[in-house]
């Protein structure tokens, strides 16, 4: 597969794949069965979309650059590649910074371009993550009251109830505040795949398995509804 058929086959991939994918990286994941995980998927989208109605409304824009200077977010350019095992295109970092790491974002934006993917019909690879990352500064705007920061779940009750908050809601609802914004067709976790292969190519072969592994366990379980 070229780059532009593995974005089309991600971009294809259905709701249960990407609620797996997202709660494979919550250290709590194990503690939260399948059904509690689509609640909260729900509910962290949801957010994500009201708040990116809102934004819109607000600042009467939809273009991630005229609504971080809007909201007073300082944007920077990094030429640095940020560190960490998992390779970094954008970061927010409390109360109102975004970095941009401009060579991982040029290189995903030639490799898009160099293969005439069309997929994301004219939507920049920067705006995307710069939307994800506005996301997060609202997130701290107003975190008493949304759901992805609100919702805790209950580690055990004995001999006091626990609880404890589940980290990936706000990346879905940044997900979903990208797509919802950006009139994007398909869910940007899929774009993980393709940012990888820019900086690493054996995170991304490791991320394709695995989402290939969700897919079959996905279409498993469709069968298996159908068959009832
Ligand atoms: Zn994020």
């Known amino acids: 597969m070229n780059v532009v058929e593995t974005l089309a086959w991600a971009a294809r991939l259905p709701e249960d794949v990407w609620i797996a994918y997202a709660f494979s990286k919550d250290p709590l994941s194990g503690r939260i069965s399948a059904k509690e995980r689509r609640r909260l998927f729900d ?3 949801r957010c994500g979309i009201a708040c990116s109605h809102e934004a819109a409304r607000r600042y009467r824009s939809r273009d991630p650059h005229e609504l971080a200077r809007d909201m007073g977010v300082n944007v920077a350019y990094s030429d640095r590649e940020a560190g960490g095992i998992v390779p970094v ?7 109102d910074a975004i970095t941009l790491f401009a060579r991982c974002i040029e290189k995903a934006a030639r490799l898009f ?12 690879v920067e705006n995307i993550l710069l939307a994800h990352e506005l996301f997060h500064w609202i997130e701290e705007q107003q975190k008493d009251v949304l759901f992805t920061r609100k919702e805790k779940i209950t580690l055990w009750q004995k001999p006091f109830p626990h609880k404890a908050a589940v980290s990936c809601l706000s990346e879905i609802a940044g997900m979903a505040f990208a797509q919802e914004l950006l009139g994007l067709a398909f869910c940007p976790f899929a774009l993980d795949l393709l940012l990888a292969y820019t900086t690493d190519k054996g995170m991304s072969q490791n991320i394709y398995c695995y989402l290939k592994t969700l897919e079959g366990n996905s279409s498993k379980k469709e069968e298996e509804r159908v068959c009832r």
Do not use: M
């Open 43 to 45: 509910g962290a989208a």
């Open 89 to 95: 295109f954008a970061q927010f970092v409390p109360p």
């Open 113 to 124: 371009e160099e293969n005439s993917a069309t997929v994301l019909n004219g939507i920049s």
